[in-house]
């Protein structure tokens, strides 16, 4: 693993030349990679050809003509371990910025990192102090190892925050019935707010609204049509019946679809079924047309 010594070690051992701030950090970046075991192939314009990745040949290359193009750099290394998995790197010079993107052989899309220049460059902006040109190494070196090294190899941990939301979504992702339900939560003012309730209702009868508490035994079938058979009146043997009648119906309960007796216009036999009329007509369903003190 690359560290700040071992990058200055090889920046003070290759002793390059720099133009201006943007090579000292594109330089630092080359130096990561050389310090992380990798060989490099191809510098500069070489290693913007198009087959810079697919090319056989694994001779090393030094560092003649690293900073050729102006704007940009490119290097193309291989990693003694698997000599036949390449990478590309590229530094793109943007205003203060150093764009950073590296991309495996056989990989479907390179990694980024961008770099603030000045970050990284010391006050001194030559001679052979090289120390001294350059500052937070140890930073770039933790940055490029996270961002773009470990990203390459696929060994990238994930974060904190990351680890932290994964556990919170599968505390959270226990499914509750009716019967168990998830526990009020306290808030620190002492207001208690009702469970939400996950399951146990049928698609014919929903249950409760989240943060309602269910009254009564409203699970199970039985649906928006209510009779003595309702689940809700212990028709089907969920709840007991009332004592001294029918299971599910009360003591004295009558069905009474009429109205009040002795008014005007609800005498029972008003509520009869008129005979179909000779050859054909409404149905008997339906009110008659014309005539009769009612008709409107």
């Given at each position: ?15 390059p030349s720099f133009r201006n701030d943007h090579d000292r950090v594109a330089f630092s970046v080359h130096a990561f990679f050389?310090a992380s075991g990798h060989v490099s192939t191809a510098t500069g314009s070489a290693a913007c050809s198009d087959t810079a ?188 019946g009332f004592p001294g009648g029918l299971p599910g119906v009360p003591p004295g309960a009558r069905f009474d679809p009429y ?38």
């Amino acid at each position: 693993m690359a560290t700040d010594r071992s990058v200055m070690a090889l920046i003070r051992a290759l002793k390059p030349s720099f133009r201006n701030d943007h090579d000292r950090v594109a330089f630092s970046v080359h130096a990561f990679f050389l310090a992380s075991g990798h060989v490099s192939t191809a510098t500069g314009s070489a290693a913007c050809s198009d087959t810079a990745l697919s090319s056989p040949s694994t001779d090393e290359v030094g560092i003649d003509n690293w900073n050729e193009l102006d704007d940009n750099y490119a290097f193309v290394y291989i990693n003694p371990e698997n000599a036949s998995k390449k990478v590309l790197v590229k530094c793109l010079v943007m205003s203060n910025k150093l764009l950073v993107d590296a991309l495996a052989n056989g990989a479907s899309e390179p990694v980024h990192l961008e770099i603030d220049v000045g970050d990284f460059v010391g006050e001194q902006k030559g001679g052979a102090n090289y120390s001294a040109q350059f500052k937070n190494l140890e930073k770039l070196v933790k940055n490029l190892d996270t961002e773009i090294l470990s990203k390459l190899h696929g060994s990238s941990k994930p974060s904190s925050s990351e680890t932290s939301e994964a556990l919170r979504r599968n505390t959270n992702d226990t499914t509750v019935g009716i019967s168990e339900p998830t526990d009020p939560q306290l808030l620190p003012s002492g207001v208690v707010l009702p469970p939400v309730y996950t399951g146990g209702f049928s698609d014919m009868f929903p249950g409760p609204p989240a943060g309602m508490y269910p009254r009564g035994d409203f699970g199970g079938d039985g649906g928006m049509l209510i009779g003595p058979g309702h689940p809700m009146f212990g028709g089907n043997d969920r709840l007991p019946g009332f004592p001294g009648g029918l299971p599910g119906v009360p003591p004295g309960a009558r069905f009474d679809p009429y109205g009040p007796p002795g008014v005007p216009g609800f005498e029972p036999n008003r509520f009869v079924r008129n005979p179909r009329r000779p050859g054909g007509g409404t149905h008997p369903d339906l009110e008659h047309f014309g005539g009769g003190s009612d008709f409107i």
